[in-house]
């Protein structure tokens, strides 16, 4: 069954650092969405793309964060200069239309 | 704000117990649910969903009921086994898309062998 697969699995940076989260999503998707889940909290929406462009994004989504599809295959979340309080799990999701999304195993980046 | 919330953080049952969980969501206009499946380091499992103009929905071991005069969610599981436990999220949407999903915090499951 084909997945959506994020790399690396974990990431620690120092505050201030710049850092970039891969996924893969599953080939014949056309939405692309970015999740973050802080320890013990509720998964939060971020960002979504499609066609891309960015379609909707949430209020945590400020001028730090991009997105950005370079190929076919891959896209990226970008965080220019983290901050402690982005530490937490960064999750993946695709989708076709109207079908659930797929999400990735996730990214735990640490920002100390 | 509108929100989803889980009644109960953790449930435990012996394994071949049925188990359910449940949800309450605040927002009317909610037209989409799904419940999730998160293990230990992997990312949240589609498990089943339900379109607001069901009340019912079965799959696999799993049935969701939704009851919309009191904004009420439930996932049941038959016959639980160990390789259940895991923490349960349901999450809401409305309007066209799955850009505005909202999760609830989630449920804990243990299952005893």
């Known amino acids: 069954e084909p997945e959506v697969t994020q790399t690396p699995s974990h990431q620690v940076t120092q505050m201030g650092q710049e850092v970039i989260l891969r996924c893969v999503p599953i080939?014949?998707?056309?939405?692309f969405y970015w999740y973050r889940q802080i320890l013990g909290q509720k998964v939060e929406f971020l960002v979504s793309?499609?066609?891309?462009?960015?379609?909707?994004k949430s209020e945590i989504f400020d001028d730090q964060f991009s997105v950005e599809r370079p190929d076919g295959s891959n896209f990226t979340l970008k965080i220019r200069s983290t901050k402690l309080e982005d530490s937490a799990m960064y999750f993946c999701a695709s989708t076709l239309l109207d079908s659930p999304l797929h999400f990735g195993n996730g990214t735990r980046l640490t920002v100390t | 704000g509108e929100s989803v919330g889980l009644h109960l953080p953790t449930l435990s049952v012996q394994e071949g117990d049925n188990s359910i969980i449940n949800c309450a969501y605040s927002?009317?206009?909610?037209?989409?649910f799904i419940w999730y499946k998160q293990e230990s380091g992997k990312g949240p499992q589609f498990i089943i969903d339900i379109r607001s103009n069901m009340d019912k929905r079965q799959g696999q071991r799993v049935t969701v009921l939704l009851n919309k005069t009191v904004k009420h969610l439930s996932l049941q599981i038959a016959a639980t086994q160990p390789g259940d436990s895991a923490v349960y999220f349901c999450a809401e949407n409305w309007g066209s898309g799955y850009s505005t999903l909202t999760f609830g915090k989630g449920t804990m499951l243990l299952v005893s062998p």
């Open positions: 927002n009317s206009a909610s037209d989409y």
């Open positions: 793309f499609y066609n891309n462009e960015i379609s909707e």
């Open positions: 080939s014949n998707h056309l939405y």
